[in-house]
């Protein structure tokens, strides 16, 4: 049984991208696809972000000597193929999807509109938020958390790759380094532990919203945080 109704699970770019670290493997997509449509059978309502990261970052093109904001409308279309390639995974895998963006390509998806996402959420469509928040400067964490909030999700579930959980320094370079089970959103901030950028922290402190931070590297661990098995790091007020 699951432990939530409707969830917002984020995935960053390099979620998709396999060991390759850059672009989309189908492979990597379909395993993520076998998760998801465990969670929906069970009556799960799952609306996701994707990063871009594995494709562009506006930060990236900004250290090369473009201008910030073209960088960025640059990372937003990359959150968009992203969401392309979850939707086609996911159909094919006879999951019923929406992509909604929120920059308007209406060839390609639907526009964001909060009660429209809400109602595909309703019949049980998994639905897929793309283009970021639709303005520079922000990240698709942000997204996952603003997002969440405007859909009543109960939980962010952050998906993480080659880490499963907050640690006191980062477990590559620090041998010390002690996994977090809870944390306080505000422990996030003081602490300045990399979990979300500053202004998604913020966001989920002020608005009361959970958030559990896990590995997606281990066999459906998606399903199994739906289903309320403790893992990672819970992240609460
Ligand atoms: N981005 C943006 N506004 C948003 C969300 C994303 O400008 O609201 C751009 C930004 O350039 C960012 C890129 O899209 O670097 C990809 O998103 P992100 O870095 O959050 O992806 P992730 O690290 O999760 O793969």
């Not at 952050?158 to 089970?181: C, H, I, Q, R």
Request: net charge neutral; charged share 25%.
């Amino acid at each position: 049984m699951s432990k939530y109704k409707r969830v917002l699970l984020k995935l960053s770019g390099e979620a998709l991208a396999g060991d390759k670290g850059f672009g989309i493997d189908p492979k990597i997509v379909n395993k993520i696809t076998k998760q998801i449509e465990k969670v929906v059978k069970q009556g799960v309502e799952v609306a996701i972000v994707v990063g871009g990261g594995n494709i562009w970052r506006g930060k990236t093109g900004e250290e090369l000597g473009m201008e910030r904001p073209t960088a960025d409308s640059m990372g937003m279309l990359a959150t968009v193929m992203n969401s392309l390639a979850l939707q086609d995974s996911l159909e094919h895998a006879g999951v019923d999807t929406r992509v909604l963006t929120s920059v308007e390509m209406k060839a390609m998806a639907e526009p964001y509109i909060r009660r429209r996402a809400i109602r595909h959420l309703e019949k049980g469509r998994v639905a897929i938020f793309a283009a970021g928040i639709g303005n520079p400067f922000f990240s698709t964490d942000t997204t996952a958390a603003l997002r969440a909030k405007e859909i009543d999700a109960e939980v962010i579930l952050m998906g993480k790759n080659g880490v499963d959980g907050v640690y006191s320094a980062d477990p590559k370079l620090d041998k010390t380094a002690t996994k977090f089970d809870n944390l306080k959103h505000m422990d996030v901030i003081s602490k300045s532990l990399a979990v979300m950028d500053s202004t998604a922290i913020t966001f989920c402190m002020d608005n009361n919203l959970p958030l559990i931070v896990f590995s997606i590297d281990e066999e459906d661990n998606i399903v199994k945080v739906i289903n309320g098995q403790p893992m990672g790091t819970k992240i609460t007020k």
